[in-house]
């Protein structure tokens, strides 16, 4: 498959080399191990994601690094599998031996050593080929509301410590990005932070995101079942929440507009809500390297999917058409929508307006003159294979452009 993006002003590549020397990369921010809530090893993890075809991937355990050293009885292991059988371990014993696996006696139980980051991206990790980032899920709260933002690039050991008090949800936030900014500035190593599913439990509105004009990604998806991506009755879902609050930074504040990522938040590897493969990002740089891709999404070149791949986006800023060209599956139609907020919208029904709609694999679009941005979601007729929501297919984000 062989992707192009056209240059634009908004993706700020005029410095760049030409599209056609950069490549298409396609990743994971956001999963779990045992290092934290998951229930399965890293290495394992990583293997599975290296088979089917990503070329980079970050495990962001709970508010921890995997640099020192982690002991787990196979008790508690095979307590987290949520199914009969064979689990975790007796997989691990599968795909590793001895040499590899390191077990132990402690107070009666059994326990293995879980593999430093150092360990196993030896195993995967091949210039150019695959690549495996450093990434925490700082996990904080703000009077009961999880606050949640992945940390994605992270160099040595360099953690960033989690809030839990009363400080307001924004002020958290800030305090995250300002923590990952200053460990950028010591080690001159980029460093991506996204704001985790804002619908789990309810705890970050939109507004809210908008505010903190410091953060730049939020998860346009998340195929956790349980972050209410679709919003309720009364709550606005993810897509709207983006259209809510790209309306209020570019109308309001004067900001530049969120970026929109899609993330697994694979906790589950054995029974129950085997979650991994749902989403990612699709991102295109100059190299397979941690600081490369950052920068490379920073400056908009990356769209999100939970299935649909694209062969061509070109945004013309002087003529503000928006192409794109689907790399279509036989036998599966697609539909385009083309949502954005008009400058002088009136009332709160007017933000996210369907501006318009086209069905087929090549879709142009015209980006009106009176809007303060566009994108496109292009949804597909096909099931998505592994929902996590009910009547889920698949889907690609298109990051706005028409806001400069």
């Not at 075809?53 to 640099?67: E, K, M, P, R, T």
């Not at 059994?110 to 196993?120: D, F, G, S, T």
């Not at 930074?249 to 899609?262: M, Q, T, V």
Request: a negative charge; proline letters at 4%.
């Amino acid at each position: 498959m062989k992707i192009y993006i056209v240059l634009s002003t908004f993706l700020f590549l005029a410095a760049c080399s030409s599209a056609e020397e950069k490549s298409w990369y396609r990743g994971n921010t956001h999963a779990h191990s045992l290092w934290s809530d998951g229930n399965d090893f890293p290495e394992m993890i990583v293997g599975w994601y290296k088979d089917r075809g990503y070329d980079f991937v970050a495990l962001s355990d709970h508010n921890i690094l995997a640099v020192g050293e982690k002991w787990m009885s196979l008790e508690s292991i095979k307590e987290r599998q949520i199914m009969e059988g064979p689990g975790a371990f007796e997989k691990y014993q599968e795909k590793y031996d001895e040499s590899w696996i390191e077990i132990r006696d402690s107070k009666g139980k059994q326990e293995v050593r879980l593999k430093r980051i150092e360990e196993y991206r030896k195993l995967f990790e091949k210039p150019g080929e695959f690549l495996v980032l450093q990434a925490e899920e700082i996990s904080s709260s703000s009077q009961d509301k999880p606050v949640h933002m992945n940390a994605v690039n992270l160099p040595g050991k360099s953690i960033i410590p989690f809030i839990k008090d009363d400080t307001s949800v924004e002020d958290i936030m800030r305090a995250h990005l300002k923590a990952a900014k200053e460990i950028e500035n010591e080690t001159n190593q980029a460093i991506l932070v996204h704001l985790n599913h804002p619908n789990f439990r309810w705890a970050i509105t939109a507004e809210e995101l908008a505010n903190v004009v410091e953060e730049q990604f939020f998860e346009i998806y998340n195929g956790h079942p349980n972050i209410n991506h679709l919003g309720d009755a009364t709550r606005p879902g993810d897509e709207h929440i983006w259209d809510i609050a790209n309306t209020i930074r570019l109308a309001k504040l004067d900001a530049e507009p969120l970026f929109g990522i899609a993330t697994d938040d694979s906790h589950t590897y054995h029974g129950g809500d085997v979650s991994p493969g749902r989403g990612w990002i699709m991102v295109q740089a100059d190299r397979l390297e941690g600081s490369a891709l950052i920068n490379a999404m920073r400056a908009g070149n990356c769209y999100s999917s939970t299935g649909v791949y694209l062969d061509l986006i070109d945004y013309d800023p002087g003529n503000r058409t928006l192409s794109t060209t689907i790399d279509a599956e036989a036998g599966v139609t697609y539909m385009a929508q083309l949502i954005g907020t008009k400058e002088e919208y009136q009332s709160p029904s007017e933000i996210g307006e369907i501006l318009d709609e086209q069905t087929g694999t090549k879709l142009s679009f015209n980006i009106p003159q009176d809007v303060l941005y566009a994108r496109v979601t292009i949804s597909s007729n096909k099931p998505h294979p592994n929902p996590s929501f009910e009547n889920q297919v698949e889907q690609a984000w298109l990051q706005p452009v028409g806001w400069r």
